[in-house]
Nanobody, 127 residues
Framework: QVQLVESGGGLVQAGDSLRLSCAASGGTFSSYPMGWFRQAPGKEHEFVAT???????????DCADSVKGRFTIYRDNAKNSVYLQMNSLKPEDTAVYYC?????????????????WGQGTQVTVSS
């Protein structure tokens, strides 16, 4: 059983940067592909980014307002952590951000592929 705890969210202004962290415990972190998702009020989970078990392959998805070019996912297996660097934040990025872990070898873009979830961290971007 893997436990995930996100941190680093907060209230920022448009154009600012934030780095979200996700600390894992209770499992072999380095064996899990990891992902970040977000959920805005009244909306379903939305894919943000994913990385393979060793960080050798990452994918940052096209959300409705496009995070490509602004967000970066990376991991440090020695620290059992995965990060989401968010730059040039926009009000549309406001959401609860979740990290998730999945069994298997492949990274994933669907929430249904993930087996473990953190409790989420709120990111609010003011205009």
């Amino acid at each position: 059983q893997v436990q995930l705890v996100e941190s680093g969210g907060g209230l920022v202004q448009a154009g600012d940067s934030l780095r979200l962290s996700c600390a894992a415990s209770g499992g072999t972190f380095s064996s899990y592909p990891m992902g970040w998702f977000r959920q805005a009020p009244g909306k379903e989970h939305e894919f943000v980014a994913t990385t393979t078990w060793n960080g050798g392959s990452t994918y940052v998805g096209d959300c409705a307002d496009s995070v490509k070019g602004r967000f970066t996912i990376y991991r440090d297996n020695a620290k059992n952590s995965v990060y989401l660097q968010m730059n040039s934040l926009k009000p549309e990025d406001t959401a609860v951000y979740y990290c998730a872990a999945k069994r298997g070898l492949r990274a994933g873009v669907l929430p249904s592929e993930y087996d473990y979830w953190g409790q989420g961290t709120q990111v609010t971007v003011s205009s």
